[in-house]
């Protein structure tokens, strides 16, 4: 069969990378200084994190964490496992699925809405902070703050659905935190993907 006999096909599940992006650039690039705080309560685990902003160690530190960075480090993954390895340092985490499509009946039934989660877990050691500020709250704050109504390419609006407590166990818990994200543009189809006519 020749390539001329295939058709592009339209799935909002082919746009999952160009989604993951566009969120981790708006939560830890786009939005400075807030994405510095953000990482600030991910990656500096002590109760005073947020106190001293002029710290220049902690400052460099920041500054070389990258979205790229923050991935390969496992503080933001896509992936639903957390990995601690043993003599490891404590760290805070954000897990970000895409869950729940269903059809977007009102502008294209092709694509599908979605459900964005963002699970933030921290070790319940490293829970409080200053002046009665808990650290996953601190978190889902930032993201909330930086994310709800915001539109982003391919992904469309997020709008808050939801926060639940999240609790893995008595040393690992945190908070969900739940959007949804309408589909629909041609940020959706990929071309590369046909299938036969």
């Given at each position: 069969m020749k390539r001329d006999a295939y058709k592009p096909i339209n799935s909002s599940f082919l746009s999952h990378p160009k989604d993951a992006e566009a969120i981790v650039k708006k939560l830890f690039v786009d939005s400075r200084p807030h994405s510095d705080t953000l990482k600030r309560l991910l990656v500096i685990n002590t109760k005073d994190c947020l106190s001293d902003l002029t710290d220049e160690k902690i400052n460099e530190i920041i500054l070389k964490m990258t979205p790229a960075k923050l991935i390969e480090h496992r503080f933001v993954t896509f992936v639903p496992k957390l990995i601690m390895p043993e003599h490891e340092e404590v760290k805070s985490y954000i897990l970000i699925s895409f869950n729940d499509y269903f059809p977007n009946y009102s502008n294209s039934p092709e694509f599908r809405d979605c459900s964005v989660s963002f699970d933030i877990v921290c070790h319940t050691d490293y829970w409080q902070?200053?002046?009665?500020?808990?650290?996953?709250?601190?978190?889902?704050?930032?993201?909330?703050?930086?994310?709800?109504?915001?539109?982003?390419?391919?992904?469309?609006?997020?709008?808050?659905?939801?926060?639940?407590?999240?609790?893995?166990?008595?040393?690992?818990?945190?908070?969900?935190?739940?959007?949804?994200?309408?589909?629909?543009?041609a940020n959706d189809r990929k071309t590369e993907m046909l299938l036969p006519v």
């Open positions: 902070l200053d002046d009665y500020e808990l650290r996953p709250l601190m978190i889902a704050g930032y993201i909330d703050g930086i994310l709800n109504e915001c539109k982003l390419s391919g992904i469309g609006t997020l709008n808050f659905m939801g926060c639940k407590e999240l609790v893995l166990d008595e040393h690992l818990a945190g908070y969900t935190l739940m959007y949804k994200a309408v589909h629909g543009n």
